[in-house]
C-alpha cells in the first residue's frame, strides 16, 4: 500500500529534504570560510619588526618575523591586525588573555598601519605579541589569504595552518575552538 | 537643440559603465588591460562578496586587482593569474565554479533532475495508454487532455 503511494509521496520527501538543507544554508555565515592553505605550510614571508616596541616592554627584542618564526614546534597563533581596525580593539582583550592565562604564543601582523600608531595602539591595550611584524603593503594578509582583518591564524609546530577565523574572536571562539586546537596540537 | 541633445546621448552610449578601477591603476598596454578587465569580470572581490573584483571598491579588491595587472605583466597566462588567486582564496574567488567531481551537482543536478522528471511523465504516459487499451477503448481516440484515468 505505501509502495504504491510512494511516487507520490517520494517528491515530496525529496522537496523536505531541499528545504531541509537550504534552511540549514541560510543559517551560516558566507564570510566564514575554511582557508585555501589548511594543512599547508605558512606561505614564506620575512617583515621587519614593529620599531621601538622593546621601549614599550622593556623586554622583548625586535625580531623580523618570518616563516621560520612559525615553525618552532610549539603551536601558535598568528593574528592580523591593525590601530585604524574597531574590530581589532574589540579582540585586543581576548588575545592578551590567551597570551597571559593560557600561555598561547601570538605572533602579530601589523597590516597596511603607521608604526606611531600601532605602538600607541599596543601601549593603550597591552602588548602580549610574541613577535610583530609590519605588513605594509598588505602582501603577507593575502599570501596568507586574508579577506580583512582582524584575522587569526592557527598554526601547528612545523608551521602549518591548521585553522582560520575571519573577524575578532569572541570568548567563546577562544575557548570553545582555539584553545582546545592548540592543546590538541602539542 | 535636438543636436546638441543627440550629441549628449552618443557621448552617454559610449561612456563605459561605471567601475571602480581608477585610472591610475590601468596598464598602458591595452591589450594585457584588456585581459585584466576579464580577469576582473571572473573573479569575486573576497571582501563584499556579491560583486567582482572590477565592481568593488574595497582595499582588498585594489590590491588583487594590481596583483593581478603584476603577474599578467610578468608574462602569466590567465589561467596562471587565477590559479594564483585561488592557491591563496580557493576556488570561492573564481565567479565561475570549475567544474570538478565536488561541483558536480551543481554542474549537472539539473539536467539530471529535468531527466528523471521527463522519465517520470513517459512512464505515467505508456502506462495510462496501457490501461485505455485494457478498457477496451482505442488508445488513438485520446485526445490529449489527460483525463483519460478518471473517466474509466
Not at chain 2, 556579491?50 to 605583466?73: C, F, K, P, T, W
Given at each position: 500500500m505505501l509502495l504504491k503511494r510512494l511516487p507520490y509521496i517520494l517528491p515530496l520527501l525529496i522537496f523536505a529534504g531541499i528545504g531541509v538543507y537550504l534552511w540549514i544554508g541560510l543559517g551560516h555565515d558566507p564570510r566564514i570560510l575554511p582557508s585555501a592553505l589548511l594543512n599547508k605550510p605558512a606561505p614564506e614571508f620575512n617583515l621587519p619588526p614593529l620599531q621601538d616596541r622593546a621601549r614599550l616592554d622593556g623586554k622583548s627584542e625586535e625580531l623580523p618575523l618570518t616563516t621560520a618564526s612559525l615553525a618552532t614546534g610549539k603551536p601558535m597563533l598568528v593574528n592580523f591586525f591593525a590601530?585604524?581596525?574597531?574590530?581589532?580593539?574589540?579582540?585586543h582583550p581576548i588575545l592578551n588573555d590567551l597570551a597571559k592565562a593560557h600561555d598561547v604564543t601570538i605572533q602579530g601582523v601589523n597590516y597596511k598601519d603607521d608604526p606611531r600608531r600601532a605602538l600607541i595602539?599596543?601601549?593603550?591595550?597591552?602588548?602580549?605579541?610574541?613577535?610583530?611584524?609590519?605588513?605594509?603593503?598588505?602582501?603577507?594578509?593575502?599570501?596568507?589569504?586574508?579577506?580583512?582583518?582582524?584575522?587569526?591564524?592557527?598554526?601547528?609546530?612545523?608551521?602549518?595552518?591548521?585553522?582560520?577565523?575571519?573577524?575578532?574572536?569572541?570568548?567563546?571562539?577562544?575557548?570553545?575552538?582555539?584553545?582546545?586546537?592548540?592543546?590538541?596540537?602539542? | 537643440m535636438r543636436l546638441i541633445m543627440l550629441a549628449t546621448l552618443a557621448l552617454l552610449s559610449i561612456a563605459p559603465a561605471a567601475q571602480a578601477?581608477?585610472?591610475?591603476?590601468?596598464?598602458?598596454?591595452?591589450?594585457?588591460?584588456?585581459?585584466?578587465?576579464?580577469?576582473?569580470?571572473?573573479?569575486?572581490?573576497?571582501?563584499?562578496?556579491?560583486?567582482?573584483?572590477?565592481?568593488?571598491?574595497?582595499?582588498?579588491?585594489?590590491?588583487?586587482?594590481?596583483?593581478?595587472?603584476?603577474?599578467?605583466?610578468?608574462?602569466?597566462?590567465?589561467?596562471?593569474?587565477?590559479?594564483?588567486?585561488?592557491?591563496r582564496y580557493g576556488d570561492f574567488v573564481l565567479l565561475e565554479p570549475p567544474v570538478k567531481s565536488t561541483t558536480w551537482i551543481l554542474w549537472y543536478g539539473p539536467f539530471a533532475v529535468i531527466l528523471l522528471g521527463a522519465i517520470v511523465i513517459w512512464r505515467i504516459a505508456k502506462r495510462n495508454k496501457a490501461r485505455l487499451a485494457a478498457s477496451g477503448a482505442d488508445p488513438d481516440d485520446d485526445d490529449g487532455d489527460g483525463w483519460e484515468i478518471t473517466r474509466r
Open positions: 590601530s585604524w581596525c574597531g574590530p581589532c580593539q574589540v579582540e595602539f599596543l601601549g593603550q591595550l597591552g602588548d602580549t605579541y610574541d613577535r610583530v611584524g609590519r605588513d605594509q603593503d598588505g602582501r603577507v594578509a593575502i599570501d596568507f589569504g586574508v579577506y580583512g582583518i582582524p584575522e587569526t591564524f592557527v598554526v601547528d609546530g612545523k608551521g602549518r595552518i591548521q585553522y582560520r577565523h575571519p573577524g575578532p574572536l569572541s570568548p567563546e571562539i577562544a575557548q570553545n575552538t582555539i584553545l582546545p586546537l592548540l592543546e590538541s596540537l602539542k | 578601477i581608477a585610472p591610475s591603476e590601468m596598464l598602458s598596454d591595452p591589450v594585457l588591460e584588456g585581459r585584466a578587465r576579464e580577469l576582473g569580470k571572473e573573479l569575486r572581490c573576497p571582501k563584499c562578496q556579491n560583486q567582482s573584483l572590477d565592481d568593488s571598491e574595497a582595499g582588498i579588491a585594489v590590491d588583487l586587482r594590481r596583483i593581478v595587472r603584476e603577474r599578467l605583466v610578468a608574462g602569466d597566462s590567465d589561467a596562471q593569474v587565477k590559479d594564483y588567486l585561488t592557491a
